[in-house]
């Protein structure tokens, strides 16, 4: 159906994907179960072929030879161990870059700008939109820690009771 497929899911096909008509003809051949022929043209057609294919995989082990390997890139898990952080809540994070945790209302730093909108064609896309609380310590999702900063909460009886001395009872 038109329209489903995405610009960038287009593009990537076009990169991926060889037409059956750039392929020889023994190729559609195997694709389509028909019989073939042996002439000399299939047959040059064919090594033009494999040289196309063999420069096509030198290009990818090339690309993942450059790629950072496991063992140099920490994953989120290996890198929440080695920060400490065991438990914890993750807050839903506004548009304005606030969220409820507890009874306490906070304002993340507008320097961190992991929170902030990025601009498309289609309007505001914000990258993250969850902080984890653990510890008295505020991350990200990827675990960079983030400085916040409390603006407010809900104040209960207990509070008033216990700072001003009132009893509301």
Same mark, same amino acid.
């Given at each position: 159906?038109?329209?489903?497929?995405?610009?960038?899911?287009?593009?990537?096909?076009?990169?991926?994907?060889?037409?059956?008509?750039?392929?020889?003809?023994?190729?559609?051949?195997?694709?389509?179960?028909?019989?073939?022929?042996?002439?000399?043209?299939?047959?040059?057609?064919?090594?033009?072929?494999?040289?196309?294919?063999?420069?096509?995989?030198?290009?990818?082990?090339?690309?993942?030879?450059?790629?950072?390997?496991?063992?140099?890139?920490?994953?989120?898990?290996?890198?929440?161990? $080695?920060?400490?952080?065991? !438990? &914890?809540?993750?807050?839903?994070? *506004?548009? %304005?870059?606030? +969220?409820? #945790?507890?009874?306490?209302?906070?304002?993340?730093?507008?320097?961190?700008?992991?929170?902030?909108?990025?601009?498309?064609?289609?309007?505001?896309?914000?990258?993250?939109?969850?902080?984890?609380?653990?510890?008295?310590?505020?991350?990200?999702?990827?675990?960079?820690?983030? $400085?916040?900063?409390?603006? !407010? &909460?809900?104040?209960?009886?207990? *509070?008033? %009771?216990?700072? +001003?001395? #009132?009893?509301?009872?």
């Amino acid at each position: 159906m038109f329209g489903i497929e995405t610009d960038y899911k287009r593009v990537m096909h076009a990169k991926r994907e060889i037409p059956v008509s750039s392929c020889p003809s023994f190729v559609e051949n195997m694709m389509y179960s028909t019989g073939g022929s042996t002439s000399q043209a299939d047959k040059e057609e064919a090594i033009s072929f494999k040289v196309m294919t063999d420069e096509l995989d030198r290009k990818a082990e090339k690309y993942e030879s450059q790629k950072v390997s496991k063992k140099q890139q920490d994953s989120l898990f290996q890198k929440k161990l $080695k920060l400490g952080i065991a !438990g &914890g809540e993750w807050c839903t994070v *506004d548009t %304005e870059n606030k +969220f409820w #945790f507890g009874n306490d209302h906070y304002l993340i730093d507008e320097k961190e700008t992991q929170y902030q909108p990025v601009d498309t064609e289609y309007g505001e896309y914000y990258s993250m939109d969850k902080i984890l609380a653990s510890g008295g310590k505020f991350y990200d999702m990827n675990y960079d820690e983030v $400085k916040v900063y409390r603006i !407010g &909460g809900i104040v209960s009886y207990a *509070d008033i %009771e216990k700072n +001003f001395g #009132f009893d509301l009872s």
